[in-house]
């Protein structure tokens, strides 16, 4: 049951992932005025950054294809969204548990957490991959 469940998880957030980069890269003077607001460095870089990321990242991981890597990566850009947009509801995780739990990054952080800790499962390009080069060997 484990594979099925990671094959429906990374479809799903890895839709949502890609929807939410499709849209900020195409709202990206929108994205970089909120990044400037809330004090992010370089603002235009990263929001071209974390909009490819989520885009190219949310694809990936719906084909299971590099997924540990990309699952990192967009644990990284989750923890950075809570940093950045979320803190309130980062810094309650412990005192205030729902704040952390109701945030937007929360169900995406969880996500990729599961496609990184369990990998891609059985039904992915991942596992496609592993098996023909070990066929080959």
Do not use: C
């Amino acid at each position: 049951m484990q594979s099925p469940m990671l094959l429906a998880v990374r479809l799903y957030w890895g839709f949502q992932f890609a929807q939410t980069g499709w849209g900020k890269l195409h709202d990206l003077p929108k994205i970089i005025g909120f990044f400037a607001s809330l004090n992010i460095p370089f603002p235009a870089f990263n929001a071209h950054f974390v909009s490819g990321l989520e885009f190219v990242g949310g694809i990936l991981l719906m084909l299971g294809l590099f997924s540990r890597p990309i699952a990192l990566l967009l644990a990284g850009n989750m923890l950075v969204a809570y940093w950045t947009a979320d803190r309130e509801a980062l810094t309650s995780v412990f005192s205030d548990p729902g704040k952390f739990y109701i945030a937007d990054p929360y169900t995406f952080l969880f996500a990729s957490l599961m496609v990184l800790i369990f990998g891609a499962g059985f039904f992915a390009v991942d596992t496609f991959i592993t098996k023909q080069l070990g066929a080959t060997s």
